[in-house]
């Protein structure tokens, strides 16, 4: 099979010298690498970055024993090597290859680049016959990605280390987001979701960094909830203009919520009680205690839950003649609900500027 070939970077001798990464490095004499010949681009996944990519080569047939426990992705042989010995399809790999990230040099089973990727699926059937790439350190199969990010990856599908720090599932995040690894992205959103440590600002940048979107409203909802006065002050740093639609929003619902809690009006008295002025102050109230909970810092209620309450508060009252005119006249105006629109507007924009464009929200 034919590959694109492009210019080959300057001679090896300008190039840094590579390193070997433990427990995934080889015992060949270290040797300056060039640069590998990048993959046919129809033959990319959308999500793969094409700059430096690798040329993925078939398995070798010198079978190499001793490797960390993994499932290969088939049979790898059926005949003895000598009489009385068997291979074990389990935990014995015939395609080792050798891969260079960085300047860091990796060795692991070539099928570990797709076995658990769909972005990189399409590329197991593409390695040319006799290829000597993998083969040696000379020769590398080319990773276009940082040595950290292929190092957390190796450590948890070999299962030898599972990452434990923030920065690290990140590593890993961010490498099976690009490649769609679904099993070990999943396993990194868990880990993070369940880490303490990670704070809001972060929560919200992987959110959009790594198109989260189990995180979205979530997120959203707890930094609408405190005042704007007291937001984390790399907000703005981190985020960037994806902060504006945030504001915006935030502003326009407290800006309702205002003229809700300065809503004197005067009802219609239809309940011919004497003491107007008591029912009066008693509707403020009731329309002040909902608009104060869906103000609540920590546990908002909707505009839809306010009308509900309200309702149920009127039923209670001795003059609810007058506060039921009142509130079904509150409700069609839809001044209590108002803030469902503002809501449903603001954040599909604010869904957009974080990259999550047709999320259903």
């Known amino acids: ?3 694109t070939q492009i210019p080959m970077t300057p001679p090896p001798s300008t190039q840094p010298p ?3 990464a433990s427990p995934f490095q080889f015992t060949q004499t270290q040797a300056e690498v060039p640069h590998t010949p ?5 033959l990319l996944s959308p999500q793969m970055v094409t700059d430096t990519q690798a040329t993925i080569v078939a398995p070798t047939e010198t079978p190499v024993v001793g490797l960390m426990q993994s499932s290969p992705t088939q049979s790898l042989s059926t005949e003895d090597p000598v009489p009385g010995v068997i291979l074990d399809d389990g935990f014995y790999y015939k395609d080792l290859k ?10 692991f089973p070539v099928h570990w680049l797709w076995d658990k990727s769909v972005g990189l699926n399409p590329l197991k059937g593409i390695a040319p016959a006799g290829s000597k790439e993998g083969k040696s350190a000379k020769d590398p199969i080319v990773l276009p990605d940082p040595p950290e990010e292929w190092r957390a ?3 948890w599908r070999s299962h030898t280390s599972a990452p434990s720090d923030l920065i690290t599932w990140g590593h890993l995040l961010r490498l099976t987001t690009k490649y769609d690894m679904r099993e070990p992205r999943a396993e990194a959103i868990k880990a993070l ?5 990670l704070t809001l600002v972060q929560r919200l940048l992987f959110c959009s960094e790594f198109q989260i979107e189990e995180w979205f409203l979530p997120s959203i909802h707890r930094l609408l909830a405190i005042p704007q006065e007291e937001w984390p002050d790399d907000l703005i740093q981190v985020l960037g203009r994806r902060v504006t639609p945030i504001i915006k929003m935030k502003g326009a619902l407290e800006t309702r919520n205002k003229i809700l809690l300065n809503n004197h009006s005067p009802i219609k008295h239809v309940c011919f009680r004497g003491d107007k002025t008591t029912c009066q102050a008693m509707w403020d109230y009731l329309v002040q205690d909902v608009t104060n909970r869906m103000m609540h810092p920590e546990n908002p209620i909707t505009g839809t839950e306010a009308q509900s309450i309200l309702l149920q508060n009127v039923a209670k009252q001795p003059s609810n003649q007058c506060f ?5 006249s509150l409700i069609e105006k839809g001044a209590l609900a108002k803030d469902q629109e503002i809501m449903q507007k603001g954040m599909r924009v604010i869904a957009d500027e ?4 047709g999320m259903k929200l």
Do not use: C, K, W
């Not at 050798?98 to 060795?107: E, K, R, S, W």
């Not at 979701?193 to 440590?197: A, L, Q, T, V």
């Not at 974080?354 to 464009?357: A, E, N, P, R």
């Open 1 to 3: 099979m034919e590959h």
């Open 18 to 20: 590579a390193v070997l």
């Open 38 to 42: 990048r993959l046919p681009s129809s």
């Open 98 to 107: 050798i891969m260079q990230a960085g300047n860091t040099l990796f060795q």
């Open 153 to 155: 990856y190796l450590a």
């Open 193 to 197: 979701e369940d880490n303490p440590e």
């Open 324 to 328: 039921t005119a009142a509130a079904q």
């Open 354 to 357: 974080f990259g999550l464009i």
